[in-house]
T-cell receptor, first 115, second 113 residues
Framework: EPEVTQTPSHQVTQMGQEVILRCVPISNHLYFYWYRQILGQKVEFLVSFYNNEISEKSEIFDDQFSVERPDGSNFTLKIRSTKLEDSAMYFC?????????????FGPGTRLLVL | AQSVTQLDSQVPVFEEAPVELRCNYSSSVSVYLFWYVQYPNQGLQLLLKYLSGSTLVESINGFEAEFNKSQTSFHLRKPSVHISDTAEYFCALRGGATNKLIFGTGTLLAVQP
């Protein structure tokens, strides 16, 4: 069964450093998403991406964040200058559009720790 | 604004007992509803979903949920739980023109022998 994959599974970085989280969505999916889950809190939407552009973003997704689909398979989230409060589990998700009610399938997550 | 409420942060239950995890939502537009499960140290897995049609939906591992529009609820039930069902369960909705999922705070189902 096809699945969303994410790398790395864990990332430790120093405050102020740039990080890139990588995702490989399910191959025939057209919509891509990033969510995050701060420890002990609910899963929060960050951004959605379709047709090579951001279709929606939350208030959390400020200028420090960016997303990119550099090739036909990868989808990345970049945090330019990490803050302590960026420490969280980051989930990538993808969906195939209206055929499946846009059901989103999630990857296993990347746990980011900012020191 | 749309929201999802999971009133129970933790539900302890003995193995083979029935369980109900509650989910209520608020939305001014029609919604799609989902239950995701997160096993320890793993990501989110889709458990079941309501898109349209029959209001009772089932998963392959014995869970079921019923969409109740009048009560704005989508409670998750299982008649007999196993130790392996121990996990965090998240209710989520998607509604209107937005693609984003709105999640509840999650319910930890703790199954004891």
């Amino acid at each position: 069964e096809p699945e969303v994959t994410q790398t790395p599974s864990h990332q430790v970085t120093q405050m102020g450093q740039e990080v890139i989280l990588r995702c490989v969505p399910i191959s025939n999916h057209l919509y891509f998403y990033w969510y995050r889950q701060i420890l002990g809190q609910k899963v929060e939407f960050l951004v959605s991406f379709y047709n090579n552009e951001i279709s929606e973003k939350s208030e959390i997704f400020d200028d420090q964040f960016s997303v990119e689909r550099p090739d036909g398979s990868n989808f990345t989230l970049k945090i330019r200058s990490t803050k302590l409060e960026d420490s969280a589990m980051y989930f990538c998700a993808s969906s195939d559009g209206h055929a499946d009610g846009e059901t989103q399938y999630f990857g296993p997550g990347t746990r980011l720790l900012v020191l | 604004a749309q929201s999802v409420t999971q009133l129970d942060s933790q539900v302890p239950v003995f193995e083979e007992a029935p369980v109900e995890l509650r989910c209520n939502y608020s939305s001014s537009v029609s919604v799609y509803l989902f239950w995701y499960v997160q096993y320890p140290n793993q990501g989110l897995q889709l458990l079941l979903k309501y898109l349209s049609g029959s209001t009772l939906v089932e998963s392959i591992n014995g869970f079921e949920a019923e969409f109740n529009k009048s009560q704005t609820s989508f409670h998750l039930r299982k008649p007999s739980v196993h130790i392996s069902d121990t996990a965090e369960y998240f209710c989520a909705l998607r509604g209107g023109a937005t693609n984003k999922l709105i999640f509840g705070t999650g319910t930890l189902l703790a199954v004891q022998p």
